[in-house]
């Protein structure tokens, strides 16, 4: 009788694992459902003022040919933490001198300057963002009063001298960390600093950063919100995942809770007559696990996956206006293709952290729209063109196994007649080298397209034309 039943039990979790993975996935696209207006002018990357410039590498393809091919919309200079040891000039700040404070001194590069910077964002129709430097005197041998008159005379050369029209402005980065300031200081700071800079041009928007660790926004908001237009934050999201495994087992992980956390803040913390008008930038984003043993910061299609996700989950919250992926290289070009902290190689070629951006960047059309269906394992974004003649659906396979007979329905707004394929995967979650390839074009029946088959581990792109 036992062996009976245990052979039952074989068979029927033998019929429910089958069943499983042939069960159909189906999603729905809804294609007048718009979730976001501007999703064309979302995805952004931190540049590297120290090593960006395409004279550090003149054999390698030109920078802005890179950052057209990721399609980024905003460009953040100088930085990270190197704004805070960046003077864009010296008194009496009549033209750039950029100067390296500290250890950013020691680094070998050809330093992009402001001018540059701008000649780089309207090159490849980015958005300019710029950090203005803070950190105490312990640390930068600055006084405040120093750092505010360095940043007053920025706003005055970029905005009045040159005309540039920069709108961004974020004041100091990550001041929650390093112990620059308690959040109570960092206030008084901030209001400090956005007065001054105000004085100059009164169209700029000002923002600063919080964490949403302790009570730094509760602490924070109350006196800092009426001087800021938006919160910053950095978004490290895979603290103790050891590695991709972790979302295989936790699918229904929350990528973007620091961001909601923020976006929560301002609700409950900022004064009740700033909260409609403040929004939220997300300044730097990777899938860094900063716990001890983390995952390993390898330059690989799992974390690709998980940047890539992150950055479309970010986008379906409207009062989050940017996100931008830390970066487009660290210090030394050598290292590119083991760590995450590159998006580009010595060349300029696309690795797969800037693959995260470029598979937005690439394919996005203006409006993103509402899908619908799925599996925890295997979900999909959409978006298309304001006039509707294109659209673009991007299905996320997070796992190891492929996905096969997917079918996609388009509910009858729009009529398309074929779609075009690009998958990009490679052989495991560790693969350094995955690729992006054209794998051809499929006929829709009706308005449906029926037998897509996704790759394990992977993102397929489909382009859709009436």
């Known amino acids: 009788m036992k062996l009976t039943v245990l052979f039952l039990a074989v068979i029927f979790g033998m019929a429910s694992h089958i069943t ?15 979730l976001r207006e501007d999703a064309d002018k979302f995805i952004g990357v931190n540049l590297n003022y120290i090593r960006d410039e395409d004279k550090n590498r003149p054999l390698a393809r030109p920078l802005d040919a890179a950052l057209k091919d990721m399609g980024v919309k905003w460009l953040r200079y100088p930085g ?8 864009w000039s010296q008194p009496p700040y009549t033209r750039p001198h950029p100067v390296s404070l500290g250890y950013y001194g020691t680094v070998k590069g050809e330093r992009m300057d402001v001018d540059a910077f701008v000649a780089h964002a309207r090159a490849v129709g980015a958005e300019p963002y710029c950090v203005v430097g803070y950190d105490n005197v312990t640390r930068t041998q600055r006084t405040r009063k120093q750092w505010i008159e360095s940043a007053v005379a920025w706003v005055r050369y970029a905005n009045l001298t040159k005309k540039y029209r920069i709108k961004y402005w974020e004041i100091g980065n990550e001041n929650w960390h390093n112990q620059t ?8 700071i901030v209001a400090e600093f956005s007065t001054a800079m105000r004085t100059v041009d009164l169209s700029i928007k000002i923002g600063a950063s919080g964490s949403a660790g302790g009570n730094w926004w509760a602490n924070f908001l109350p006196k800092a919100a009426p001087h800021l237009d938006f919160l910053t934050l950095s978004l490290y999201n895979t603290w103790e995942w050891k590695g991709y495994d972790f979302l295989l087992a ?23 007559e700033d909260r409609a008008r403040l929004r939220v930038i997300v300044a ?12 390993k910061a390898d330059n690989t299609l799992g974390h690709c996956l998980v940047t890539f996700d992150t950055l479309g989950k970010l986008m379906l919250q409207p009062r989050i206006l940017s996100a931008m992926v830390w970066t487009t290289r660290w210090m030394d070009d050598k290292e590119a293709a083991q760590t995450i902290w590159y998006s580009l190689d010595t060349n300029n070629q696309i690795l797969p952290t ?7 960047g690439q394919f996005m059309q203006r409006r993103r729209i509402a899908v619908s269906g799925g599996t925890p394992l295997v979900s999909a974004y959409a978006a298309r063109s304001s006039d509707g003649k294109k659209m673009t659906v991007w299905v996320l396979n997070r796992g190891k196994k492929k996905a096969g007979d997917l079918e ?59």
């Open 284 to 295: 730097e984003t990777n899938s860094m696990d900063y716990s001890p043993n983390g995952w």
């Open 80 to 87: 990270g933490e190197k704004s805070d040891f960046y003077l």
């Open 408 to 466: 996609i329905k388009i509910d009858l707004g729009v009529r398309y007649q074929k779609a075009a394929v690009s998958v990009f995967t490679g052989n495991d979650a560790n693969d350094a080298n995955p690729t992006l390839k054209q794998t051809g074009t499929l006929p829709l029946d009706g308005n449906q397209l029926k037998g897509l088959t996704c790759p394990g581990l992977s993102v397929t792109v489909l382009t859709f034309e009436k």
């Open 181 to 188: 300031s308690t959040p109570q200081e960092m206030a008084e």
């Open 20 to 34: 499983a993975e042939a069960q159909k996935i189906i999603f729905t696209v809804e294609t007048t459902q718009v």
């Open 354 to 360: 800037g693959r995260a951006i470029g598979l937005w």
């Open 250 to 272: 936790h699918p229904d992980t929350e990528l973007i809770a620091d961001a909601k956390t923020a976006l929560n803040a301002i609700d409950q913390f900022a004064p009740l």
